[in-house]
Nanobody, 124 residues
Framework: QVQLVESGGGLVQPGGSLKLSCAAS????????MAWYRQAPGKQRELVAR???????NYADSVKGRFTISRDNAKNAVYLQMNSLKAGDTAVYYC??????????????????WGQGTQVTVSS
């Protein structure tokens, strides 16, 4: 069983910065994709940014140029550097990982895991 543990949320003023971190614990073979999603009150959960194990990234249009996703494959960790934060960025941010893990001694299985969520509030 894999767990994703997030940290780094909090309260920040408009224009400020925050960095979110997420680390996967447990036995994994590899993690092809890691991502950050967010969900604001009354809205659906949406993709913020995604990164592959090879470093390819994609971003929601609303965060392009302000947010940067990165990962450390050796630590099974993903990060989200958020700059020039706006009130509209206020949401619970969730880490997401597509994980290949051992099922038996000779077979692997792929599962999707979510972190518990971390609150980001942008307000003056």
């Amino acid at each position: 069983q894999v767990q994703l543990v997030e940290s780094g949320g909090g309260l920040v003023q408009p224009g400020g910065s925050l960095k979110l971190s997420c680390a996967a614990s447990g036995i994994v073979v590899n993690i092809p994709t890691m991502a950050w999603y967010r969900q604001a009150p009354g809205k659906q959960r949406e993709l913020v940014a995604r990164i592959t194990s090879g470093g390819s990234t994609n971003y929601a249009d609303s965060v392009k140029g302000r947010f940067t996703i990165s990962r450390d494959n050796a630590k099974n960790a993903v990060y989200l550097q958020m700059n020039s934060l706006k009130a509209g960025d206020t949401a619970v941010y969730y880490c997401n990982a597509q994980v290949t893990e051992p099922e038996t001694t000779t077979r692997t299985t792929k599962n999707v895991y979510w972190g518990q969520g971390t609150q980001v509030t942008v307000s003056s």
